[in-house]
Antibody
């Protein structure tokens, strides 16, 4: 079955960067994009962007332009999200998510378990 | 950017009752609307997409309807396991955005 397993919780100081990983299994990794979604405590989910791991194309939410990057490692079925210039507002659970069918980017059918990123001095 | 709103904010319902949740978009999203269920400490779970298509494995008591700017999620007979926050999401325009959610509590 489709599984997305994410790396563990992280604590960073303001101004630092964080890298979150998402390992996919149960499907052909290059057939589906990976979206990244975050959810601050008590807030609604927020879409951050996606990566087409088949060709490396990316699309980002304007809110994160300049401090967000995505990479994909097709040999290991891994997707990575790196967010730099962290502030306390970036404290959230970060999710990777996959659409329900090939050829689409949305909505989000399969989700990772989430990675808590805490930004604190 | 399309703004999504949901009503009510909170709902307290007895098991077996019918539940209707509303979602409104600030401009048309055609039928590109999804519903998610989220329980504490868990990732959101896709219930409905393309406004009315149930995701695989979702019980038939969940149904969706609507188009353009007005959408509804109906739970035909509420079960105790349905206590959660329900979000709608439009994915017709970039960026795809979520509503603020409706919390469903069991009486």
């Amino acid at each position: 079955q489709v599984q997305l397993v994410q790396s563990g919780a992280e604590v960073r100081k303001p101004g630092a960067s964080v890298k979150v990983s998402c390992k996919a299994s149960g499907y052909t990794f290059t057939d589906f994009p990976i979206n990244w979604v975050r959810q601050a405590p008590g807030q609604r989910p927020e879409w951050m962007g996606w990566i087409d791991v088949g060709n490396g194309n990316t699309k980002f939410s304007q809110r994160f332009q300049g401090r967000l990057s995505f990479t994909g490692d097709t040999s290991a079925n891994l997707a990575h999200m790196t967010l730099s210039g962290l502030t306390s507002d970036d404290t959230a659970v970060y999710y990777c998510a996959r659409p329900p069918y090939s050829g689409s980017f949305l909505p989000f059918h399969h989700w990772g378990q989430g990675t808590l990123v805490t930004v604190s001095s | 950017e399309i703004v999504m709103t949901q009503s009510p904010a909170t709902l307290s319902v007895s098991p077996g009752e019918r539940v209707t949740l509303s979602c409104r978009a600030s401009q048309t999203v055609r039928s590109n609307l999804a519903w998610y269920q989220q329980k504490p400490g868990q990732a959101p779970r896709l219930l409905i997409y393309i406004s009315s298509t149930r995701a695989p494995g979702i019980p038939a008591r969940f149904s969706g309807s609507g188009s353009d700017t007005e959408f509804t999620l109906t739970i035909s007979s509420l079960q105790s396991d349905d206590s959660a926050v329900y979000y709608c999401q439009q994915y017709n325009n970039w960026p795809p955005g979520f509503g603020p959610g409706t919390r469903v509590e069991i009486k």
